[in-house]
């Protein structure tokens, strides 16, 4: 660990440490544009010039190697006057664009110009002007401004791994482009415009929307995808603005999937914003008392067996007590979260936690994925694995269909079967992750969501015992979710009571008239023509599959519309927070359902958020602890029976389109028609 001096401070730093990272430890504030931390280092922007004694001329401390007995000096004239050439460069051909740039008020070059520039300039020379660039609908882009960091090319190659930014040209006729001018396709582009310095790149849905400084900042969790990503959401008035990552090592580091980051627009569109009751054969708009009325003359003298809920993907912990413990009063059993179908049992915890933890993914050395796409599925859990294998060279093998991901990926066939060979330590893959230290594998719903799930679960469990995967301060069996509502479910235990029906069950039982109403929470990804001639009540958000079925709607508020609670797929417990005010006469969906509950003269023993809290701390232990993860005791778990010999499928078809708000978005529809077409090009198909 070098020991070195700067400006008469004595710091010791880790080894391969820079002398930037000498100089913040030191307190000292280093200005730079091309350095990240997260990056790899370019050097090309001199901004973090410094003096180091016995050196000629200053150095750029973000690629100078920290070494013992170094002086360095950060506030000298030498410095100061480096700077300001650098500043005076740079600016040289930077356009006079803040007052119409999108980046004013959040802009590194405006701050560091005010803060180390000169004030004036010797500029008298026509500036260059460079073309703008189309990198898709995501990202505007205005490249005259661009100084030629290299950010944005070094986070498409090295942290999203789909290298389709780079540089042409040199010299002054230098300029960054995506390859051949076409869309970026990774999931994960839109980070470019943190990281852009500059106004070069910026966010094209919130083009010259509002300022920075007009909107209102509220910090909550991301739920269109099970990551639980800590996302900053930017308002004004009633209307969210964008949506913008917040640091949190523990999941998404400092970034987000483009689905979190530009979904917004759907939280406008196709909005539930009043009861409707269906009448005469078409839905009509009611009040909230004729609303449950009919609820209640149709729940009038009913049989339990005869009612059904399910619960949707975006579904809070507090509206899933609050439904399971109504039909818990009127005696309904036939109860499930899963409704795409998953073997999932609601015990042990274990059984569907990733319990490697998010963070964890960068201490495995070996990876095994079993019907689940990462990449779709959870973006930053792909761009984790990549990340390690980057640093380690981990080898990442797939039963399952073949995946684009992006690192390599050992190809071990789409058959059920190698899973017993795995376990049984026929198949070659089984010494690879015997050998390894820290083995782990993910299990997707892909490979749950079919009759045989609970089977396929009890083989997965037997692959991670026989290859060591369980260990003393080690789990590396890994179920991964793609609905932020199921975690926090299966705590709850919202599975079928005693003689219950599951989500199969239920809807064939809604198609033989066995099942007459079904309540959906949200539940919009099944088939809505299953549900037969039940009398289907929707609580949910978007005028999508569940609200064009229903006979009953009741408006419920977005996640960025109340104060809720989530568990992401490793089974950590967060908190989202109320950004704007629902839409008209949408309520919180607890607060419907305790509403609901006295109408039909069995009110839920909570009147406001901090009792429904209370009990879900009372009912799972795991609602206590905010923000935490305990590991979950190991216990024997899934179905016996054979595994049939059907290839396991994928979740998730198109990345876009997963949810209702993200239906009802027309940046996500624009998106997935460009994914769509850049798929019939590349395989030569049409339709």
């Known amino acids: 660990m070098p020991t070195l001096t700067v400006d008469g401070i004595e710091v010791t730093v880790p080894a391969n440490s820079t002398v930037l990272q000498a100089c913040e430890a030191a307190g000292k504030e280093i200005p730079r544009f091309c350095y990240h931390e997260r990056l790899s280092i370019a050097g090309n922007c001199r901004m973090c010039l410094v003096e180091m004694e016995k050196s000629p001329k200053p150095i750029a401390s973000c690629a100078m190697p920290a070494a013992d007995n170094m002086v360095i000096h950060t506030d000298t004239p030498m410095v100061k006057k480096a700077r300001e050439g650098v500043l005076e460069f740079l600016l040289i051909n930077h356009p006079l664009d803040c007052p119409i740039c999108d980046q004013g008020g959040e802009c590194d070059l405006q701050d560091e110009t005010m803060a180390y520039g000169h004030n004036s300039s010797r500029l008298r020379e026509h500036k260059r002007a460079v073309r703008e660039k189309f990198m898709g609908p995501l990202i505007k882009t205005t490249m005259t401004r661009c100084i030629h960091c290299t950010r944005c090319v070094r986070f498409a190659s090295e942290i999203a791994g789909v290298p389709e930014i780079g540089v042409i040209n040199r010299g002054e006729h230098m300029e960054i482009t995506t390859y051949l001018d076409r869309a970026a396709s990774s999931e994960l582009s839109g980070n470019v415009i943190d990281l852009c310095p500059v106004g070069a790149l910026t966010s094209k849905p919130f083009a010259f929307a509002a300022r920075a400084w007009e909107l209102r900042r509220t910090e909550s969790i991301d739920v269109l995808d099970a990551l639980g990503s800590n996302i ?127 963070a964890g993914i960068e201490q495995a050395d070996a990876v095994l994925l079993i019907g689940s796409n990462p990449r779709f599925e959870a973006a930053l859990v792909n761009a984790r694995i990549r990340k390690r294998w980057l640093a380690a060279g981990i080898p990442v093998a797939n039963i399952g269909p073949a995946l684009d991901l992006t690192y390599p990926v050992v190809e071990l066939g789409n058959n059920p079967a190698l899973l017993g060979a795995i376990a049984d330590g026929s198949h070659p893959f089984a010494a690879t992750l015997r050998d390894a230290k820290n083995p782990m594998l993910i299990l997707g719903q892909g490979a749950l969501a079919r009759a045989d799930g609970a089977a396929v679960l009890a083989q997965a469990r037997r692959v991670a015992e026989s290859t060591g995967m369980i260990a003393e301060g080690w789990n590396g069996f890994n179920v991964l979710h793609h609905a932020a509502a199921r975690v926090g479910a299966l705590d709850l235990g919202f599975v079928p009571g005693p ?145 049939a010999a059907v290839p396991f499928g994928l979740p998730i078809a198109d990345y876009f389109f997963t949810n209702p708000i993200c239906r009802a978005s027309t940046v996500m529809a624009e998106c997935s028609a460009l994914a769509s077409a850049r798929r019939e090009k590349a395989t030569g198909t049409h339709g």
Do not use: C
Request: hydrophobic fraction near 45%.
């Open 232 to 358: 900053r959401i930017d308002a004004r008035g009633r209307e969210v603005m964008r949506v913008l990552p917040r640091l949190n090592e523990d999941i998404n580091e400092e970034w987000i999937s483009d689905k979190t980051r530009f979904a917004y627009d759907g939280l406008k569109r196709q909005r539930l914003d009043q009861p409707y009751v269906r009448r005469g054969g078409k839905l009509a708009p009611a009040t909230w008392a004729e609303a449950f009325a009919a609820i209640a003359a149709r729940l009038k003298g009913f049989d339990p067996k005869r009612v059904a809920a399910l619960v949707g993907d975006l579904s809070d912990a507090e509206s899933v007590l609050a439904l399971k413990e109504l039909m818990q009063k009127l005696g309904v059993t036939n109860l499930d979260a899963r409704q795409d179908g998953a073997k999932l049992p609601a015990a042990p915890r274990s059984a569907y936690l990733f319990n490697t933890t998010i």
């Open 499 to 643: 003689g219950g029906l599951d989500r199969d069950g239920i809807l064939q039982g809604a198609a033989s008239g066995a099942i007459e109403v079904v309540y959906l929470l949200g539940a919009d990804e099944i088939d809505m023509q299953k549900l037969g001639k039940a009398f289907v009540i929707y609580q949910g958000t978007h005028g999508d599959a569940g609200a064009h079925r229903a006979d009953v709607i009741l408006p419920g508020a977005a996640y960025t519309e109340k104060n809720a609670t989530w568990v992401n797929t490793e089974g950590r417990v967060q908190r989202g927070q109320k950004a704007v005010a629902p839409p008209g006469e949408a309520r919180e969906d607890w607060a419907i359902l305790r509403a609901l509950s006295e109408t039909l003269g069995v009110t839920l023993p909570y009147d406001d958020l901090d009792a429904v809290r209370a009990r879900l701390a009372a009912l799972a232990p795991a609602f206590a602890k905010l923000d935490a993860i305990e590991p979950a005791p190991w216990a024997a778990f899934g179905g016996e029976g054979a595994v």
